[in-house]
């Protein structure tokens, strides 16, 4: 994942927290990140075609909620990408445009159906060689769930972390003050913000084009790609937003999917899951959420983004 982590604890001056919070996010990277060669991740790539490996209750918990989102969004949602990712390589050394050939010589190593879970023995399977899973986008939300939790149970009241983007908060920044959370522009570099999410005891992820890409020839490909193009996705929005006060996980998954379905497909998708709640940025500098989104939360919106004109769902 190579992710950044920001921890902040205001009332923790004990190094152990943070030696313990930190730890805990390593062990979980090294379990599921393709990125170190003896992952069990990359154990399960290698075992591709060949058998089951079993795993950590971390990563099969994680293959099993992205699979299920997989599912409820008939393959937006894809942990067995890995082959198209690895072939485009965005935001990593070799970056470039595969030729349409190599990109149709992949299309039938990415059916995340053909990834076999056997729970008793927590144990996962590739079944054809070649196959590649990448949980890139939903491993930081795992994270993040774990960090909160072991905070908790320290007996911390507040923090606020970032891990990469995955934001979580929880308690208040002061006794009467919410926390406030930048949202990022989707059009400019890090740090210039579209608005503020006034937050306590909740979890936000946001997923969008900025995040990692790279140019060619004046057009720009970002790093979520759709599985049926075997490209980067293409949709009316910029960046999505997703928050709840549940699961960090399923934000980070949520938000993945909605930016591949787009506005329109997104909110009806996100029907499904009525704890979680979705901000659509479009290419319009139009906002849309879905209903159970209170707009009074997102505070000093820049005046180029606007709410469209509210949408049931
Ligand atoms: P970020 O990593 O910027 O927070 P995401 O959570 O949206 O963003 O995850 C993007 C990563 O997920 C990509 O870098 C890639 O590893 C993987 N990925 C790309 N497209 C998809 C997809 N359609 N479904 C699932 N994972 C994807
Ligand atoms: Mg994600």
Redesign the pocket.
């Known amino acids: 994942m190579g992710t950044r982590i920001n921890l902040s604890i205001p009332e923790a001056n004990s190094e152990a927290i943070f030696k313990l919070l930190f730890n805990r996010a390593q062990v979980i990277e090294k379990r599921m990140s393709s990125q170190y060669q003896d992952s069990e991740v990359s154990q399960i790539n290698r075992q591709a075609g060949l058998g089951f490996v079993r795993v950590s209750a971390d990563t099969f918990l994680v293959i099993k909620t992205a699979l299920e989102i997989a599912q409820r969004s008939n393959g937006?949602?894809?942990?067995a990408?890995g082959p198209m990712?690895q072939l485009w390589d965005i935001g990593g050394d070799n970056a470039r445009v595969p030729a349409p050939k190599e990109i149709e010589a992949l299309l039938g190593l990415i059916d995340y159906k053909q990834v076999s879970l056997n729970e008793p023995s927590l144990s996962v399977k590739l079944e054809k060689s070649g196959m590649r899973l990448?949980l890139?986008?939903i491993a930081?939300g795992y994270a993040a769930d774990e960090l909160i939790k072991i905070a908790k149970e320290a007996g911390v009241k507040r923090a606020i972390f970032d891990l990469?983007?995955n934001i979580f908060v929880f308690g208040s920044k002061t006794g009467t003050q919410a926390w406030r959370i930048g949202i990022q522009r989707p059009d400019q570099d890090r740090g210039s913000l579209m608005g503020i999410l006034e937050a306590r005891d909740l979890t936000l992820v946001t997923?969008g084009n900025y995040?990692?890409y790279f140019e060619q020839d004046g057009k720009r490909y970002h790093?979520?790609?759709?599985?049926k193009t075997g490209a980067p996705s293409q949709s009316d929005v910029d960046q999505v937003s997703i928050i709840s006060n549940r699961s960090s996980m399923y934000c980070?998954a949520l938000?993945?999917t909605c930016?591949?379905l787009g506005r329109e497909k997104g909110l009806k998708f996100m029907q499904q899951f009525p704890d979680y709640q979705a901000v659509f940025v479009g290419k319009d500098r139009k906002l849309v959420a879905t209903g159970n989104f209170d707009r009074a939360l997102l505070i000093d919106l820049e005046s180029d983004f606007t709410w469209a004109p509210q949408q049931s769902n």
């Open positions: 937006a949602f894809n942990p990408l990712i990448d890139g986008a930081k990469g983007g997923s995040e990692r790093h979520i790609l759709d599985s980070d938000s993945t930016f591949v």
